[in-house]
């Protein structure tokens, strides 16, 4: 697990789901996908990392890492690489298996499951519904902070309504071959729908080692006027780890109007900057 990681979580219906897989014998299977979603959370978090965020917690999800971020500290296009990067990363472990495969033929019988957990967990997050990752890079997309509410409210009813879906075809295979593992997903999205509490937080690397570095020694200034219309996710493009960013908001009459230091950046809600 990351070293950046602070708090560990383990959401309920993780639990649930491990001890169903066990208690019907199926403990190889259930560590199988437990090892599927550590190699999925690690994509997540080593992409996070290299775009300069940490996480500050992780919650252990039935299909992988719950990715809900605090959007108004992320780059529209970072949040979408980070979302896509764990389904990725199960993609690339499940392919290089099979490939082995070929090489190995006596490699299948003890990866077999393991594969069909990469795949299985790779799709099941690209789905558009919250919590996963699919929901994730829709939002993204809408990129402004109103289309993204408005794709949220969407969303959200889409996943109570594929929730009752699931949800009903758990009860007709309870009058043949009972698959407890629908019924879970089920329960899972629909507790998605009306999570509002973030499971992820990322902040800054970068914005974290300047204050340690300033310790030690000076950061440069560097100096920026924008237009009182830029927002806040803009804004974040200025910044970078080798100086320390103040910006000048200035009005049609190319007067400052306010000053906004590095510092309160993330602090800003998505909008217009001189609210």
Known sequence: MSKNISKFIIHPIFLLFACVMIYFGDGFIFFSYLLAIIVHELGHSIVAKRLGYKLKSLCLMPYGAQLNLQSNALRYKDEILIALAGPFVNVVFGAFFVAL??????????????????????????????????????????????????????????????????????????????????????IFLMMGAFEKNTEFDYCYLFQIEKFELNKKRCLPIKFFAVHKDFKVNDLLKLTSPSFYAVVFVLDDDYKPIRTIFESDFQKLLVGDICD
């Open 101 to 186: 495969w070929w090489v190995f033929p006596v490699t299948y019988a003890y990866t077999e499951y393991f594969v069909f957990a990469c795949f299985v967990t790779a799709i099941f997050n690209l789905l558009p519904f919250v919590p996963l990752d699919g929901s994730r890079v829709l939002l993204a997309i809408l990129g402004s902070h109103n289309k993204r509410r408005v794709g949220y409210k969407i969303i959200s009813i889409l996943n109570c309504i594929f929730s009752l879906i699931l949800f009903a075809i758990f009860i007709i295979t309870c009058f043949f071959d009972v698959n407890f593992t629908i019924g879970l997903v089920a």
